[in-house]
């Protein structure tokens, strides 16, 4: 399995910067971290990590090739509890995300349906929650099937946080191969749930999964909390079971994964050496 990193190692530094950092590290992987369905002025002037999903791909696989880094996925994370609206990253988005993956042969689109933001979607019951999820990933994951991509739903909110909502969101929209799991320790086990038994159900579902361990201080938390962007302590250093997950997926078909942490170098490297340690 190859470890990558997130590309948010530099604060208020261009996707080119983080790059640097990156191959400087040791890396050979990153996922594309951020992307935007347009311009954007920060990214533009070089004090953001982002992708413009309008931009031509090959330019930005010839930036990551320049640096020595393979990009592992493209990340498309949606609001897809809130009601549809062109001012906000969803479907629409989704899909231009899968074309620009497809287009120089990034295999999974991540994405989510995030923590409810407006009145309106805090009022949603559970059912109607995951019908909204599924609803807006329909065309995508189609579109997906078409172009050889899969969508990979991250644990991140209300429904993706636990095992049941992500089975239910897979059973209705028919279970398809172009849909699976972009698992990530820190998040499912800040919503909630187990991340080793959530491993253990989504094993052949997922591809490019997330490392994030964290401290003590998070588990008042628990369970009231919907994903947290990034760890700053070592993988084994906080309370998640990382090696559980760690026995449970050693022999899965997983190609990659991404180290979303950020502080210092020795971090990064004791995070490494955790996960080859034990056996990843």
Known sequence: MHIGV????????????????????????????DTNAGGSM???????PTVSL?????????LFEKHGITPSAVCAHAMLLEPSNPGLYGTAEIMK??????????????????????????????DQRVFITAEKL??????????GVRILLEPHGPITDSIRGIQDVFDLLGNPPS???NFDTGNS????????EMARVFKNKIHPLHWKDLSAEWEPKRGTEYGCGFSTIALGDGVIDIKGVCDVLRDAPIESSTLEIVGSEDILKKSVEFLRANGM
Request: aromatic share 10%.
């Open 6 to 33: 997130f590309l948010l190692i530099e604060p208020f530094a261009s996707v080119e910067r983080q790059l640097e950092r990156a191959k400087a590290m040791g890396f050979t992987h990153a996922d594309i971290t």
């Open 42 to 48: 920060l990214g533009s002037a070089g004090f953001s």
């Open 54 to 62: 309008d931009d031509n791909p090959f330019e930005v696989r010839r």
């Open 97 to 126: 995300a899968v074309r620009f993956a497809a287009a120089i042969g990034i295999k999974d689109v991540v994405t989510t349906e995030t923590d409810p933001r407006s009145e309106w979607a805090h009022k949603l019951t559970y």
């Open 138 to 147: 329909h065309t995508p994951v189609r579109m997906a099937e078409d172009y």
């Open 179 to 181: 849909l699976g799991v």
């Open 189 to 196: 086990w800040l919503g909630g749930a187990d991340p080793v």
